[in-house]
């Protein structure tokens, strides 16, 4: 069973379950630990779950949060307010020498954001990658993070107790929707407790600068910001931040009006448009600003077409692997480049193959995937975004369609811009036709920073 049809059911079972009417200490709770139950469903039904973390690197750690305090004292004194506060993807990716967060900077840098705006960071695993694009904007929010993750750390316990009732009610509705241990309960009182935390933080940065827009990149991510956000009658915005086929755990399901931003800014008419969680008519085109600052910021090092860039994830890493692993063999006249997720950290199982071919290369997943694109003819994958990244640029791009994958499109005439390959023959097909036995496809639109200024 995939992923969809398991969501589809666990919507039904959650609306007939009464888990969205429980309250904690004012706190429609459901909805702040909802996708991680989810991940949870679909783990426990066999399915693979891409990992969120990564090993915290101590002593940048500790100096991200040093820095940080130096942000927050200064923004403390800081005399009137800012117009847009956005809180950008927890990944930046570089740009030749830059570090740029692919959805919100190319955004701030060709609209009238830049003029009133502060962008806050949180660090990955303790690091904020640098030389970072429009640093000047940029506040650490390591202080806020630490300090919520020990207040819940200290005080989960005596919540936990103190509201003992409530939370015995919704662990027993969450039970019935999936297998719900001890140590489950305990992660979940914390989120709950770092949510209040960073509702409590971000309440009084709102109360200091009062600003008229605040910009996420997930909403997911930012739960509790943009909750206190709505509350205060601040305009909520939410960026596309990848392509959506269908049911997700973030998305799917009942749009609680606290938990739904007000606008969501896609980067293309893309469908389907009913699948992110917000009403259609709150869906805004601003078209895609990313290659006009590629174009400003990149140098292109060309590979030659004889160069196969193999896009991957977690989720079927094995997979990829073992087919280009045959791919390798039967083909050696090429090389083929695998570029992992940018949050994923190859097995050594994967390496030790990868090591043993001479044609098989490891693409380094800190470069954007644009940058790389930009250097290849030849992109193969299943089903990432990435595909369609290639698609708008022009590239041959091939779907693999092995028993082992399932391909997806937005659109089935999708299909007539793509190669689909699921054996030599088909390989073969792809490296020697001609792009132009493809129709051409694009599913972003053109950015217009004008268009942004209006909304503003």
């Not at 004194?77 to 830059?98: A, Q, S, Y």
Request: charged content about 25%; proline content about 5%; hydrophobic content about 40%.
């Amino acid at each position: 069973m995939d992923e969809e049809v398991l969501l589809k059911e666990f919507v039904k079972k959650e609306e007939e379950s009464g888990c969205y009417t429980c309250c904690v200490a004012g706190d429609y709770v459901y909805n702040i630990i909802r996708a991680d139950i989810r991940r949870l469903y679909i783990k426990t039904n066999g399915l693979e779950i891409m990992p969120f973390t990564s090993p915290l690197q101590k002593r940048k750690a500790i100096l991200s949060f040093f820095i940080s305090f130096w942000h927050l004292l200064k923004l403390s004194i800081k005399r009137g307010h800012i117009d847009n506060i956005i809180f950008p993807f927890h990944r930046v990716e570089k740009v030749d020498n830059l570090y740029i967060d692919k959805f919100t900077d190319p955004v701030i840098e060709f609209s009238s954001l830049k003029n009133n705006c502060l962008i806050f960071e949180r660090s990955r695993a303790g690091v904020h990658c640098t030389p970072r694009i429009h640093a000047k904007m940029v506040v650490f929010t390591d202080v806020f993070d630490v300090f919520a993750r020990l207040y819940a750390i200290l005080f989960s316990r005596r919540f936990g107790k103190k509201y003992k009732n409530q939370f015995n009610r919704l662990f027993e509705i969450v039970n019935h929707l999936v297998p719900y241990s001890e140590n489950d309960r305990k992660c979940a009182i914390r989120k709950i407790m770092e949510y209040r935390a960073l509702a409590y933080f971000y309440r009084n940065v709102y109360r200091k600068l009062s600003p008229k827009r605040v910009l996420v990149v997930p909403r997911v991510a930012f739960l509790p910001q943009m909750v206190e956000a709505k509350k205060r009658g601040i305009t909520t915005i939410e960026f596309q931040h990848g392509i959506t086929y269908g049911e997700t755990s973030v998305y799917s399901g009942r749009r609680e009006s606290l938990f739904t931003p007000d606008y969501f800014f896609a980067f293309g008419n893309m469908p389907p448009r009913n699948v992110y969680g917000i009403d259609e008519n709150r869906i805004i085109n601003i078209g895609w600003a990313f290659p006009l600052l590629l174009k400003k910021l990149s140098t292109i090092c060309p590979f030659s077409d004889k160069d196969i860039l193999i896009i991957s994830d977690p989720e079927i890493t094995d997979k990829i692997v073992n087919i280009v692993e045959i791919l390798a063999e039967a083909n050696p006249a090429y090389t083929f480049h695998i570029r992992p997720h940018p949050m994923e950290i190859l097995q050594r199982k994967h390496r030790i193959v990868i090591d043993c071919r001479k044609n098989i290369l490891l693409q380094d997943n800190k470069i954007n995937s644009n940058v790389v694109l930009n250097s290849f003819i030849h992109i193969i994958g299943e089903n990432s975004t990435v595909l369609y990244e290639a698609l708008a640029m022009g590239k041959k791009v091939g779907k693999l369609c092995y028993p082992a994958f399932r391909p997806k499109y937005l659109n089935p005439t999708d299909k007539e811009a793509v190669w689909e390959i699921a054996s030599q023959e088909d390989f073969e097909k792809y490296v020697s036709e001609s792009i132009a036995t493809r129709r051409s496809l694009s599913i972003y639109s053109e950015f217009d920073g004008k268009k942004i200024d209006e909304l503003f």
